[in-house]
C-alpha cells in the first residue's frame, strides 16, 4: 500500500475519523485507524469503538492498493507534527514508512483482517434526509438535557421521534426535558434512541466535514443509523429499551404565563448563580410579580438582587431553581423573546416560543423556604 497527499488534508480527515477511537479498551486493533487505499487512488480512513464508527475517503496521489492499520494516538502525533507539505505514506510487510520534508518515521501496523466490519447491511434500511444545519440546531437543543448517569440506559439518550407530519427529538435526564421539532413528511412512525454524546459528536462532525450540498443522510435499520455526508460516514449503534412517556409530563394547565427577553434573563441570572451556592443546588430565586421578575441568589459570600421588566398574565408567583439548568436552557434558544409557564412552585416551568411549538423545555424548580 502506498499513497500521497498533503499534510493539512490528512490532519483534517484524521480529526474526525479519531472521534471513534477509544482508548479505554483491552482490544489493540479497536485502538487503530484502518487505512485502505484501492485502484482508484481512493484513501478510506476508518476507527470503531464498536458504538460508533467513522469513515472518511479522500483523494490521494502516487498510490498503490492495499490496507494496513495504524495506532491512531502515535499516527496522528506523527502526522500533525510533520511540516505542511507533501506527505508519503507506504506500508511494506507490516511497517509503515512515513515521509515528510526532511523527516522519515517507520512505525509497526496491524493486520486489516482483524479489524471490524464497520458497514452495516443497508438493504430495508428506511431514508431519512436532513438540511445540515437544521439537524445541529435541534442537536444542540436537546442533547445538553440528556442524562450523563452511565446506569440510567436510555435516558442517556437522544429520543428520535418519527411522526407522520413531524420529527422530533427529545432528552431527559429527570431535573430538565428538551424537545425541538421539525416539520416533515415520514414513511411511517419510528422511535429511535442515539446516545447523546454520540449525537454531539455527528454535530461536531457536520461542522468539519467539508461538503458542497446542503443535506445529511440518515439510513435507519433494525440496531443501527447511518448518517451520511458526501465523504463521510457515521454508523451508531442504537440504544435499547423504552424511553420516558414524556407526553405525559408535559403540564395541561399553567396559570402564570410570562412574555420575557430571553437574552436579558439569561445575563440576570447568570449575574445571580455568581452568588449561588453549589451546595445548594445553585440555587436562584424567582419572584414573579405584576410585570416585574425579581431575581435573587444569597450564600455566605454574599447576595444579590435584579429586576428584569416582562409581561405577566394570571398569579404571581415565588418559586426557585438550579440556575444551572435555567442557563443550559437559555443558551440553547435562539429566539428573542420567548414564554415561560408557571403552575405551582413544586412542579415544572415550561419554556417555549412565542408562537408555536417549535422546542419546548421543562425544567424541575428547587423547594424553597416561604
Do not use: H, W
Request: charged share 30%; net charge negative.
Amino acid at each position: 500500500m502506498k499513497f500521497s497527499c498533503s499534510q493539512q488534508t490528512l490532519t483534517k480527515a484524521l480529526n474526525i475519523v479519531s472521534k471513534a477511537v477509544t482508548i479505554r479498551t483491552t482490544i489493540p486493533i479497536l485502538k487503530g485507524i484502518l487505512l485502505k487505499v484501492d485502484d482508484n487512488g481512493i484513501l478510506t480512513m476508518s476507527a470503531s469503538d464498536l458504538d460508533l464508527s467513522i469513515e472518511k475517503k479522500i483523494k490521494v496521489e502516487n498510490s498503490n492498493p492495499g490496507e494496513i492499520v495504524v495506532l491512531s494516538k502515535l499516527f496522528g502525533d506523527i502526522i500533525r507534527k510533520l511540516p505542511d507539505g507533501e506527505i508519503i505514506v507506504e506500508e511494506t510487510e507490516g511497517k509503515v514508512n512515513i515521509k515528510c520534508s526532511n523527516s522519515e518515521f517507520n512505525i509497526i501496523g496491524l493486520s486489516a483482517d482483524e479489524f471490524p466490519n464497520i458497514n452495516p447491511n443497508e438493504e430495508n434500511s428506511e431514508e431519512l434526509v436532513f438540511n445540515k444545519e437544521i439537524l445541529k440546531d435541534m442537536i444542540k437543543k436537546t442533547s445538553f438535557a440528556a442524562s450523563i448517569d452511565e446506569n440510567k440506559g436510555a435516558m442517556t439518550g437522544v429520543l428520535i421521534e418519527m411522526e407522520e407530519n413531524s420529527l422530533n427529538m427529545v432528552a431527559i435526564d429527570g431535573f430538565r426535558m428538551a424537545i425541538a421539532r421539525e416539520q416533515m413528511k415520514n414513511k411511517e412512525k419510528k422511535n429511535i434512541i442515539i446516545p447523546a454524546k454520540i449525537l454531539s459528536e455527528i454535530s461536531r462532525i457536520i461542522t468539519e466535514t467539508e461538503s458542497s450540498g446542503d443535506d445529511v443522510t440518515m439510513l435507519l435499520s433494525e440496531k443501527k443509523a447511518v448518517f451520511i455526508m458526501e465523504n463521510t460516514k457515521v454508523v451508531i449503534r442504537l440504544l435499547e429499551g423504552d424511553f420516558m412517556n414524556y407526553k405525559r409530563i408535559i403540564p395541561a394547565e399553567n396559570p402564570c404565563r410570562v412574555v420575557l427577553s430571553r437574552n436579558d434573563f439569561l445575563e440576570s441570572v447568570e449575574r445571580a448563580s455568581l452568588l449561588a451556592k453549589v451546595g445548594k443546588n445553585n440555587l436562584v430565586k424567582l419572584e414573579i410579580k405584576d410585570n416585574n421578575i425579581e431575581i435573587t441568589s444569597k450564600s455566605e459570600e454574599g447576595n444579590v438582587k435584579e429586576d428584569i421588566i416582562v409581561t405577566k398574565e394570571g398569579n404571581d408567583l415565588t418559586i426557585g431553581f438550579n440556575s444551572k439548568y435555567l442557563i443550559d436552557v437559555l443558551k440553547v434558544i435562539d429566539d428573542e423573546s420567548i414564554s415561560m409557564y408557571f403552575n405551582t412552585n413544586v412542579s415544572p416551568c415550561l419554556v417555549k416560543p412565542i408562537d408555536g411549538n417549535s422546542f419546548e423545555y421543562l425544567v424541575l424548580p428547587v423547594r424553597i423556604s416561604q
